[in-house]
């Protein structure tokens, strides 16, 4: 499977922005998505995780209540809304996912180390 991020762009303090993932394959409803970022000079953190499943869902206490992940398998896509956004948000987004197996369809991680692919970021910029 591959992935690209879209949907970044500026915003004002309090604003929305919806980031999208696209995937290519046919087993993209094999995976886990995670959505990431990184602000200059900062590591990269983890932000939002959905399960293959779907079931489940998992978010940095940063963002909880503010950020919602969901995706759509029939379209190949994750997405991440981001609600009430505030300029520590300001980061490059980065979305990627992990191969799940069945048994496991409902698990969520937000080790970054447990992801294998990862698409390129899309910038998002929160200004005060």
């Known amino acids: 499977v591959q992935l690209q991020a879209s949907g970044g762009g500026s915003v004002q303090a309090g604003g929305s922005v919806r980031l999208s993932c696209a995937a290519s394959g046919r087993s993209f409803s094999m995976y886990g998505v995670g959505w990431f970022r990184q602000a200059p000079g900062q590591e990269r953190e983890f932000v939002a995780a959905?399960?293959?499943?779907?079931?489940?869902?998992i978010y940095a206490d940063s963002v909880k209540g503010r950020f919602n992940i969901s995706r759509d398998n029939a379209d190949n896509a994750v997405y991440l809304q981001m609600n009430s956004l505030k300029p520590e948000d300001t980061a490059v987004y980065f979305c990627a996912a992990r191969f799940t197996y069945r048994s496991v369809s409902d698990h969520n991680t937000a080790s970054r180390a447990a992801y294998d692919v990862w698409g390129q970021g899309t910038l998002v910029t929160v200004s005060s």
């Open positions: 959905v399960s293959r499943s779907a079931r489940t869902t």
